[in-house]
Structures are given as C-alpha cells and as structure tokens.
Nanobody
Framework: QLQLVESGGGLVQPGGSLRLSCAAS????????IGWFRQVPGKEREAVLC????????NFADSVTGRFTISRENAKNTGYLQMNSLKPEDTAIYYC??????????????WGQGTQVTVSS
C-alpha cells in the first residue's frame, strides 16, 4: 500500500529539459528524505541528489551540478527533479526513493518503479 510513482520521463534532444515527479501514496513524505537515482541497464546504480525532510540538499553526482535541481512540495506529497541542459550521457532509468531517517543518511525504505529518460538527437 506504500508506494512511490515516478512520472515525467521521455525522449528529449540534447540541451533540452525535463521535470520528473515522485508522488507518494499510502504514507506521508514529510518526515522522509527524498533521493533520486539513475541506472543504465547493466551498469551500477548512481545516486544523484537527495533532499532532507528539512530541505537540505546533498549532491552525489558532480556531473549534474548546475543542471539538475531537486525540490519537494509536502502539501502535494511529491518530490521533483528538474533536469536542464540534458546530455546523452544522462540517458538512464531514473528512480526516486524515500529515506526513513529524513537526513539523506542512506536508509532508503521505499522505491518507485522508475521512469525512462532518453536524451538523443
């Protein structure tokens, strides 16, 4: 009954933008940190960004600095990942996860199903 659902992925040209959403159902996200991860099939999953329950942000991927922004809107029980200036190497399945300590410490309890982002001309 406790779920996270990502949406907003798709096919975009290099230099384009996408906004991913992560909607929680069956529980309230307020006390959880929200993390975004990405994975290319056959490759290791990579942590990208995390936002704590209090709004503090951790960046785990230097490659997205200045291009990606993480945010949350507790009133909508939803987290977001704004992706600008997209590059082909950003192509991956993007996952959101809820971190139970609320601090981005790493105890990700719930995961979404993933949404495909493809950057190609």
């Amino acid at each position: 009954q406790l779920q996270l659902v990502e949406s907003g992925g798709g096919l975009v040209q290099p230099g384009g933008s996408l906004r991913l959403s992560c909607a929680a159902s069956g529980f309230t996200l307020d006390h959880y940190a929200i993390g975004w991860f990405r994975q290319v099939p056959g490759k290791e999953r990579e942590a990208v960004l995390c936002i704590s329950s209090s709004g503090n942000i951790k960046n785990f991927a230097d490659s997205v600095t200045g291009r990606f922004t993480i945010s949350r809107e507790n009133a909508k029980n939803t987290g977001y990942l704004q992706m600008n200036s997209l590059k082909p190497e950003d192509t991956a399945i993007y996952y959101c996860a809820a971190e139970v300590t609320g601090t981005c410490w790493g105890m990700y309890e719930y995961w979404g199903q993933g949404t495909q982002v493809t950057v190609s001309s």
